[in-house]
């Protein structure tokens, strides 16, 4: 059997799976990153004005992703920085967007959020791209292609501990915290409170890693 990270395999055999599992983890291909012209014309699409920094969320619309911890801490957050633009991007799954878009209607941040649905091929290019900072506050992972998409645009990314990146570094690539409110609030007033350049750096450091350690041709030793 197959599990993606060393956190999967013990899932796996925790439910009494006996056999052998080989961990082997997703890969990720080589960013082709959209030009300023491109970006400028998705901004423009999807009404992000000039100069806004974009936190990007990009998966399916699902209640296992947990939007409604990344939304309550957004609306207490953007207030102190409302130059963020939070970009969710993903299909539905099982009507749960409904939910989502009463809940930025209770919260009041209309103006501050965008649902731009489900994306590809330069549409998704060009999200990666405008994105200042990746956020994935899953209640609980194998290994996301999203998370290291992100890193492989160049994006630090603020993460959960529902799952574990199979990376070995102490550089900081982003921000990895617990999955309650008052933690994930404060990593993200963090994050948010970063400066550009710093963001950038850390960027640098993601794209590195899985270039390094995630890519697929090391993916396919792995496997062999």
């Not at 992000?48 to 699902?62: D, K, M, N, T």
């Not at 939007?67 to 963020?84: G, R």
Request: charged share 25%.
């Amino acid at each position: 059997m197959w599990a993606l990270s060393e956190q999967e395999k013990a899932s796996i055999q925790a439910y009494g799976f006996s056999g052998q599992v080989a961990v082997i983890p997703n890969g990720v291909t080589r960013a082709v990153l959209c030009s300023d012209e491109e970006v400028s014309e998705f901004c423009l699409r999807h009404n992000i004005a000039p100069g806004s920094r974009v936190l990007l969320f990009l998966s399916r619309i699902a209640r296992k992703k947990n939007l409604p911890l990344l939304l309550k801490a957004f609306a207490k957050n953007v207030k102190l920085q409302p130059e963020w633009v939070l970009l969710i991007a993903g299909s539905d799954e099982r009507g749960h967007i409904h939910e989502v878009r009463a809940l930025i209607r209770e919260l009041g941040i209309e103006k501050s959020v965008r649902l731009i649905g489900q994306v590809a091929g330069r549409e998704k290019a060009c999200a990666f791209t405008s994105a200042s900072l990746f956020v994935l506050p899953s209640l609980s992972e194998g290994l996301p292609i999203a998370v290291l998409e992100a890193m492989e645009y160049g994006k630090p990314v603020l993460i959960t501990d529902g799952w574990t990146l199979p990376v070995k570094t102490t550089a900081q690539y982003g921000w990895r915290v617990p999955v309650d409110q008052e933690g994930f609030e404060l990593a993200l007033r963090e994050a948010m409170s970063t400066p550009e350049d710093k963001l950038v750096e850390m960027g640098q450091v993601s794209r590195s890693i899985v270039r390094e350690q995630l890519n697929w041709d090391i993916i396919a030793q792995q496997a062999c």
